[in-house]
């Protein structure tokens, strides 16, 4: 008799930053396995830095990130140099690295990418340099590459930016897709209609949890509030501290928010 799923990361007294500087700092809890989990939080909240911490981008500052299984990360669109001469056909096999090496023909795997490209709007792009893609187009050829990495955590970070309302709802729907399979999504997103909308789970972030748990009890009046509060109050240049600072008190009066998130009572 199988046991319990574990769950696919879990978050241990976590800081996350750059040059010593924390960017995320305090956080505890568990993605759960099956989770469709939406990040939010003002600008420089520390979404995409969770994000790259999750996937392995970069080492923890203190505690650490546990990780079961494999994962599939997608980063912001414009860290992703789309002038390299790359055909979409490419760009969608680099989904088969992990599991076939980098060198493997891409003869072989040419009925598999065809068909990802297929299931994202792709069909007939398969030839065409990525440059020459509009930033809908693009999107759509990064999600066939996730396809293809059949990973049964994905990553995204803000994967709905600048884009038209078709291509949002074409992978809104695949989300959802890989949601009813098992998979575990976490996506760093924006819209908040767009969450409450598809999101049953959200992480509330100012550079440390605000609140962790259901959406609805998430994204509350005074939680967006002590977020913007939080962000606003937030010393770029401050070293790495012991433990949460006396200001962020009530961010963590919400349960989850420093510990696990389905117990969170905002």
């Not at 241990?12 to 939080?41: E, I, K, N, Q």
């Not at 500052?61 to 002038?83: F, H, K, N």
């Not at 065409?128 to 990495?149: E, H």
């Amino acid at each position: 008799m199988s046991g319990p799923i574990p769950d696919p990361i879990r978050l241990v007294g976590l800081t996350l930053g750059y040059d010593r500087h924390p960017a995320v700092h305090h956080l505890d809890g568990s993605v759960r396995a099956g989770d469709l989990l939406a990040l939010v939080g003002p600008n420089g909240a520390g979404k995409s830095t969770l994000l790259k911490g999750m996937a392995g981008e970069i080492r923890c500052l203190d505690g650490r990130i546990e990780r079961a299984g494999a994962l599939a990360y997608m980063p912001q669109v414009d860290e992703i140099d789309r002038s390299f001469p790359l055909t979409v056909m490419d760009l969608a096999g680099m989904g088969l690295w992990r599991r076939a090496g980098a060198w493997r023909s891409l003869t072989r795997s040419r009925p598999a990418i065809q068909a990802a490209l297929a299931t994202v709007g792709l069909d007939g792009f398969a030839a065409r340099p990525i440059g020459t893609l509009s930033g809908g187009q693009f999107r759509r050829a990064l999600f066939a590459r996730l396809i293809l990495q059949d990973c049964p955590v994905v990553l995204l970070d803000e994967p709905f930016t600048g884009i038209d309302a078709r291509t949002v709802d074409d992978l809104l729907a695949l989300i959802r897709a890989w949601h009813s399979e098992g998979r575990t999504v976490v996506a760093a997103l924006h819209d908040l209609q767009q969450v409450r909308a598809h999101f049953p789970t959200t992480l509330l972030l100012a550079r440390e949890p605000v609140a962790w748990g259901p959406t609805a009890r998430v994204l509350t009046a005074e939680n967006l509030a002590r977020a913007r509060n939080l962000s606003e109050a937030w010393d770029e240049g401050a070293a790495i501290c012991a433990g949460p600072r006396a200001v962020a008190a009530p961010a963590h009066a919400h349960g989850s928010a420093n510990h696990h998130h389905h117990e969170d009572a905002a």
